[in-house]
């Protein structure tokens, strides 16, 4: 009788035994993909009207995130950020790197490519590079072990110029390989990209591989592979989502057509917010307030999934706080792979991503840095914000010489906002709780003892790589 119940014990637990089984998966590939400028709204799975059906599958397979920030509403900072799992102002990478840049990502920090490197994975990166263009920068210096792609933002040219109206450059691993004209290097971008990244799984798909695909898009100026033009009713910039939508779809297609989907991790997300209205073609997430270039929650808070079938739940989503910086140590804990003994402000979210029963955000307090300055801090609930000058998203009428249209300026007073019920940030609440702000500011106080304030390097700060010309 003991054996018998012992045997439909067994039996009954099989199914769940099979599942573990399944959650465990060695070595498992990881392809990160990083939009630029999208904001929170601009696809269908969060909240957008642009047909996103690729994204909105990848949504339903895996798990949203809808309170996810990048470290600063920018291209260059926020993307030295998600490469090393540190605050960009820890780093020393405050502004937007132009070409030629005197400064760099500092080869003495360690990206995510030499994480899962120390564990045998291959890895490639693809697209826009921006956290520095010479050669010692760039990814194959970087941990990569292939790379192509353009070095900078599309509208930044070799010479310095902005936008780029006569030509465009390619690198290959670390090489110049094409000029192209301006309208056929937008227009082609997304394309050459998702080839370059159907190719790289297709060669490594016996063998553990961490796959960055950076895409151009949606940053202006805008390009449309000519398949893609006038397929939505949203103009040019629709028409770019739904591109970057079938790109994320063929690569989720050739992992299903490899047997590889189960063994990879795909993450979704964006650099910063959306590009202002009244840019030209610009994206405008109307949820939030604001976007790119501002410390609201238009310009940091990023459209995220995470999904692997089998391992993540399906169709899920959390509110709880997470970043951008957490992805390096996340995969670190997910494959195994040791830290250096540099300081990193991410955090392992893997409770959150499999979502563990009462997990919770791992970051009590998350500065936002803009231009070297603390402009804003939050906790899982939150906001703070320091006064400072903004530009808003109301166009003045006026144009720069680069073609480029103004905007009005505002300036925002200390002002302090409760995310989880207003992330429009519309009611200033600090009178109601002076506690909150008083604790946000001691928060923020520690940040700039450690890190810096604007006109000097804090004790805890990795200066960036610097070059050095040639005598």
């Not at 063998?207 to 950076?214: D, G, I, Q, R, V």
């Not at 992992?255 to 989907?261: E, T, Y």
């Not at 840019?279 to 270039?293: A, P, Q, V």
């Not at 996340?330 to 830290?339: M, Q």
């Amino acid at each position: 009788m003991m054996l018998k119940k012992l045997f439909i014990t067994l039996l009954l637990l099989a199914p769940f035994a099979l599942f573990a089984a399944e959650e465990k998966i060695e070595s498992p590939n990881i392809v990160l993909i990083f939009i630029d400028d999208l904001g929170y709204g601009d696809i269908a799975s969060f909240g957008g009207s642009i047909p996103t059906p690729n994204l909105d599958k990848l949504a339903k397979e895996g798990r949203r995130f809808t309170d996810f920030a990048s470290s600063c509403p920018y291209c260059s900072p926020s993307r030295a950020a998600i490469l090393t799992g540190a605050l960009h102002a820890r780093i020393g990478i405050h502004n937007v790197l132009m070409a030629n840049s005197p400064i760099g990502l500092n080869p003495n920090e360690e990206t995510i490519a030499e994480v899962v490197k120390k564990k045998g994975y291959v890895a490639a990166a693809f697209g826009k590079w921006h956290v520095g263009d010479r050669k010692k920068w760039l990814p194959l210096n970087q941990g990569f072990d292939e790379y192509y792609g353009i070095p900078y933002s599309n509208d930044i040219g070799p010479d310095r110029s902005i936008p780029l109206y006569h030509g465009g450059l390619f690198i290959e691993g670390d090489k110049q390989v094409d000029v192209l004209d301006n309208a056929e290097k937008n227009d082609s971008l997304t394309a050459r990209y998702t080839e370059r990244a159907i190719h790289f799984i297709e060669k490594n798909k016996d063998k553990p591989f961490f796959l960055y695909l950076a895409h151009n898009a949606v940053h202006t100026p805008l390009g449309v592979g000519e398949k893609f033009k006038d397929k939505t009713k949203y103009g040019k910039f629709g028409d770019d989502v739904f591109e970057m939508d079938w790109s994320v779809g063929e690569i989720v297609k050739t992992l299903d057509r490899l047997n590889l989907r189960k063994k990879t991790l795909v993450i979704f997300t964006s650099d910063n917010g959306p590009a202002l209205a009244g840019r030209k073609d610009g994206g405008y997430d109307t949820t939030l307030r604001e976007g790119k270039g501002t410390v609201f929650e238009g310009g940091v808070r990023e459209p995220t999934i995470f999904s692997q079938p089998g391992t993540i739940p399906e169709g899920t989503s959390t509110n709880q706080f997470a970043s951008t910086i957490d992805i390096l140590p996340t995969v670190a804990a997910i494959i195994g792979a040791p830290l250096s003994g540099n300081k990193i402000d991410g955090k392992d979210i893997r409770d959150l991503i499999y979502g563990k029963e009462n997990a919770v955000s791992q970051h009590e307090t998350y500065p936002i840095y803009m231009r070297g300055k603390l402009l804003a801090i939050r906790d899982t609930r939150w906001k703070l914000i320091f006064p400072h000058k903004y530009n808003t998203s109301v166009p003045t009428g006026e144009v720069s010489p680069e073609g480029y249209p103004f905007h009005k300026q505002a300036t925002q007073e200390l002002a302090l906002y409760d995310l989880q019920n207003d992330v429009g940030e519309t009611k200033d609440v600090k009178a109601e709780h002076p506690e909150i702000v008083q604790k946000l500011q001691a928060a923020a106080e520690s940040y700039l003892q450690r890190l810096g304030d604007g006109k000097q390097f804090g004790p805890e700060v990795r200066l960036p790589g610097k070059h050095v010309e040639e005598k």
